[in-house]
């Protein structure tokens, strides 16, 4: 094995130690930003193999990388019915939006970064829409039976800085319209401020795109991927602006609540 390219596993494997588990993308980004590897489609291509490399010969956990587009789905089963028992303890949840003056949804461009939004999100109820790119029509329709007409709704909006990711705000919010459907949308990362005050490593703009030349007038050539934001600093910025909209007092008392709910049905459980 060459030594850079020992070096960058020990670099890699020094980036997965702090935030695993890590989808290949943002370790690509966390060694551009670390000047290790350049920011080109070749490298990250090399990376990918190199990691590879690394994982069999037990120079990287398996688990510290994960892929969130090739997950099982697989299919719940119980043993009998105390193990079924043992799992309704587990997975009962109070609503916490019956209780909340407002509903908050989160929408993320690209299903890779969804592991950390879960983790981030699920203490808080707040559902994850995940779009890949521009969401169909199907998942409009599904929104607008979420929010009905929108009123004191919030869809806090993730995605690239690029022309497609900048322009999906604009075509979410018009869609909705199509429905009569007028949620408040805001566009949380990735930002241009966000990408001066971390900067954060840039891609040129594909002109293959048709929104490219209106937002290379406006932005500039550079783009920069929702990636390239180190995880603890997105997880970071997902949970200050879930809390700036959630009634954290309410919040507690339906914790509160679950709380006495999963001791009568524990209760009742052992009783049956």
Not at 158 to 182: H, I, Y
Not at 241 to 267: F, G, I, P, S, Y
Request: proline share 6%.
């Amino acid at each position: 094995m060459r030594e850079k390219t020992k070096r960058i596993i020990h670099e890699a494997y020094k980036v997965l130690a702090d935030h695993r588990p890590m989808t290949l993308r943002q370790v690509f980004y966390r060694l551009v930003a670390a000047q290790i590897i350049e920011n080109k489609q070749s490298k990250y291509k090399s990376l990918s193999r190199t990691l590879v490399l690394a994982r069999q010969n037990g120079d990287i956990p398996w688990d510290w990388i994960e892929d969130r587009l090739r997950k099982p789905r697989p299919v719940p089963m119980w043993n009998d019915l105390s193990d079924f028992s043992r799992a309704a303890l587990r997975w009962y949840r109070r609503d916490v939006w019956n209780d909340q003056p407002a509903y908050i949804e989160v929408w993320l461009e690209k299903d890779a970064l969804s592991g950390i939004f879960e983790r981030v999100l699920y203490p808080y109820g707040v559902t994850l829409n995940v779009g890949r790119g521009y969401d169909s029509w199907s998942s409009i329709y599904e929104a607008v039976n979420r929010y009905g007409d929108g009123d004191h709704v919030t869809i806090l909006h993730f995605g690239d800085f690029d022309p497609s990711g900048e322009d999906m705000v604009r075509s979410l919010g018009q869609r909705l319209a199509f429905f009569d459907c007028w949620p408040t949308i805001d566009k949380i990362a990735v930002t241009w401020p966000q990408i001066q005050h971390y900067n954060l490593p840039p891609n040129p703009a594909k002109y293959t795109d048709s929104r490219t030349p209106a937002f290379v007038a406006y932005h500039g050539d550079n783009c920069v991927e929702l990636d390239a934001l180190p995880p603890d600093v997105l997880a970071h910025i997902i949970k200050v602006n879930v809390k700036a909209r959630m009634d954290l007092d309410m919040l507690a008392e339906t914790k509160a609540a679950e709380k006495d709910d999963l001791m009568n049905l524990e209760q009742f459980l052992e009783g049956a």
